[in-house]
Each structure stands twice: as structure tokens, then as C-alpha cells.
């Protein structure tokens, strides 16, 4: 409905979601990201091992590999996903790497976001939620 004009704000998880659309022509070329002023969510993906899992020494080894440097550059650059890496913690010719990559069109830079990122709710929160949830929206 964004799209065809029919709303004038559309809400996603991917901070680059407007760059993929104006490139595939989804998306007017005005169009443009923004972050609440008190804020916005900024979750990644997670990884796990299961309790059960036959070879978890392979698994920490593939999840090592997954949050190098290197990988996160190229999901960053390629997939377009948001990485999870401690910029600090980064060479300089690995920040200058990260910064190289082109975000596209319409979106805010990475510092922008992390800048108005609000932490993680405290998982126990998730059980209230729920229950206010169930009774206050489903219950009504």
C-alpha cells in the first residue's frame, strides 16, 4: 500500500528495506528512512547451540566464522544486513571497509541508527507482556 501511494509511512525491521526498494523501483527515489527521537529498536539475529546438538565444537566453529569481521562485511555488504561486530574492536582497514560499503539510497548510516538504539528488553519482561497482551488486546 506504501507503494502504491496509498499510505504515507510503512514501518520494517531492515534499516535498508527503502534502499532495496528504490533499486528495484518498489520506491519513489525520495523516499526516505527516519528514526523515532526517543528512539529505535535495534535487534540482530541470534545464533544457538542446542543442548542435544551431536557437535557442538562445529557449530562454535561455523558461529566463530559467521561473526568475523570478514563475514559480517560481506552480510553487511551483500545482504544488506546490520553487523554485530565492536567497530573498537575493528582494524583500521576493517572499519574502512565497513564504511566503503554503499548503503544506498534513502537510508540512515549505521552510527545514525546505533545512535538512537534502545537495549534489548530484559527477557523476564517477555512472560508480562504476554499476559498483558493476551488479556488486554486478545481478551477484548
Known sequence: MFADG???MNMSYSPFSVATG??????????QTFVFD????GNTN????????????????????ILSGEIQL?????????????AEKLSADEK?????VDLGKG??????????RLPEMPASLVP???????SEVVGK
Open 6 to 8: 496509498e499510505l504515507v
Open 22 to 31: 528504490i533499486a528495484n523501483g518498489t520506491y519513489t527515489e525520495t523516499t
Open 38 to 41: 526517543k528512539g529505535t529498536i
Open 46 to 65: 541470534y545464533m544457538a547451540i542446542g543442548f542435544n546438538s551431536p557437535n557442538k565444537a562445529g557449530a562454535m566453529v561455523v558461529i566463530n566464522a
Open 74 to 86: 560481506t552480510q553487511y555488504a551483500e545482504l544488506r544486513e546490520l553487523p554485530v561486530v565492536a
Open 96 to 100: 574502512a571497509a565497513f564504511d566503503a
Open 107 to 116: 537510508v540512515l548510516s549505521q552510527a545514525e541508527l546505533l545512535s538512537h
Open 128 to 134: 508480562v507482556i504476554e499476559e498483558i497482551w493476551l
